[in-house]
T-cell receptor, first 115, second 113 residues
């Protein structure tokens, strides 16, 4: 099955600086890579995703890059703000076949943005 | 936020009691999931179901049970066999044909004393 590793586990940045979180995956068949943001006590919410036919996707201050050959993908947050403080999870999802049901999330990265 | 609901938001039980957590979705999603989250930890899969009347164990199924009698509902029972049941429980659903994105419920915080 799929195995996803996420680094770092914690990340402290000064407001205005950039933050980068990296994930690696093991199943080369995985073709969908979402990123979730979870604020304290709240549900995880999708912030950006990328499919394997795309190398990069950007949405305002956040972007995701995918390297299929190396089997890793990264979340980039630019011009960080205090409201970016949260736990971020990555995931790697296989195609919608019989084995698709069991998703694998990374362990999460606690991002702290200090003013 | 709408579409997938969990109740109650907070639940308190005495040790030795079974407790059932509710999860309902009106998104017409095929698949539903239960995750457990402990403080400072990631999402650990308890059970998942791809279709009505069928479900599979996740990584930490021991001490838990589920049912999927209706497409919209996927209740989770935390039994007395679960050694450390106090945690934050998240339910999620996914539209199979679209693949991928999981929609999460607001969660239930269970405290067992």
């Amino acid at each position: 099955g799929e195995n996803v590793e996420q680094h770092p586990s914690t990340l402290s940045v000064q407001e205005g600086d950039s933050a980068v979180i990296k994930c690696t995956y093991s199943d080369s068949a995985s073709n969908y890579f979402p990123w979730y943001k979870q604020e304290l006590g709240k549900r995880p919410q999708l912030i950006i995703d990328i499919r394997s036919n795309v190398g990069e996707k950007k949405d305002q201050r956040i972007a995701v890059t995918l390297n299929k050959t190396a089997k890793h993908f990264s979340l980039h947050i630019t011009e960080t703000q205090p409201e970016d403080s949260a736990v971020y999870f990555c995931a790697a999802i296989p195609p919608a076949t019989d084995s698709w049901g069991k998703f694998q999330f990374g362990a999460g990265t606690q991002v702290v943005v200090t003013p | 936020d709408g579409g997938i609901t969990q109740s109650p938001k907070y639940l308190f039980r005495k040790e030795g009691q079974n407790v059932t957590l509710s999860c309902e979705q009106n998104l017409n999603h095929d698949a539903m999931y239960w995750y457990r989250q402990d403080p400072g930890q990631g999402l650990r899969l308890i059970y998942y179901s791809q279709i009505v009347n069928d479900f599979q164990k996740g990584d930490i199924a021991e001490g838990y049970s589920v049912s999927r009698e209706k497409k919209e509902s996927f209740p989770l029972t935390v039994t007395s066999a679960q050694k450390n049941p106090t945690a934050f429980y998240l339910c999620a659903s996914t539209p199979k044909l679209q693949g991928g994105e999981q929609y999460f419920g607001p969660g239930t915080r269970l405290t067992v004393t």
